[in-house]
C-alpha cells in the first residue's frame, strides 16, 4: 500500500513563497512512475480542491487560482512531488495534500500546513 507523505508548509507572509514536498513511500517504480499526480489543498469551511497536476510525461496544469505562481515538478527516481509556491496569498491558506489523479486514490497523507498572513 502506497503512503503519501507530505512536508515543507509552514507560516508565511503574503508574497513569500514555500516549496513543498510529497514522497510516495512504499512504491515501487513500477507503480509511481507511469502515475499522474497532482496537489491538492483543503481550506477550513472548503471542500478539497484539486491545484495542480503532472502526469508521466511531466506535462503540467493549474487551476486558474494558482497558475503562474505555483510549479509542479516530479522526481522519479526519488518517487517525489513538489510544488514551489511563490507570491503567496492569504486565500492560499490551505492544508495541501498530494495523491494520484484517478480512482480510487491511494490512501491520504496527513498534508501539510500552509498558513498565508497579510
Known amino acids: 500500500q502506497v503512503r503519501l507523505v507530505e512536508s515543507g508548509g509552514g507560516s508565511v507572509q503574503a508574497g513569500g513563497s514555500l516549496t513543498l514536498s510529497c514522497t510516495a513511500t512504499r512504491s515501487i517504480s513500477s507503480t509511481f512512475n507511469p502515475t499522474t499526480m497532482g496537489w491538492y489543498r483543503q481550506a477550513p469551511g472548503k471542500e478539497r480542491e484539486l491545484v495542480a497536476v503532472i502526469t508521466n510525461n511531466f506535462r503540467t496544469n493549474y487551476t486558474d487560482a494558482v497558475k503562474g505562481r505555483f510549479t509542479i515538478s516530479r522526481d522519479n527516481a526519488r518517487k517525489r512531488v513538489y510544488l514551489q509556491m511563490d507570491s503567496l496569498k492569504q486565500d492560499d491558506t490551505a492544508v495541501y495534500y498530494c495523491?494520484?489523479?484517478?480512482?480510487?486514490?491511494?490512501?491520504w497523507g496527513q498534508g501539510t500546513q500552509v498558513t498565508v498572513s497579510s
Open positions: 495523491n494520484k489523479i484517478g480512482r480510487p486514490p491511494w490512501s
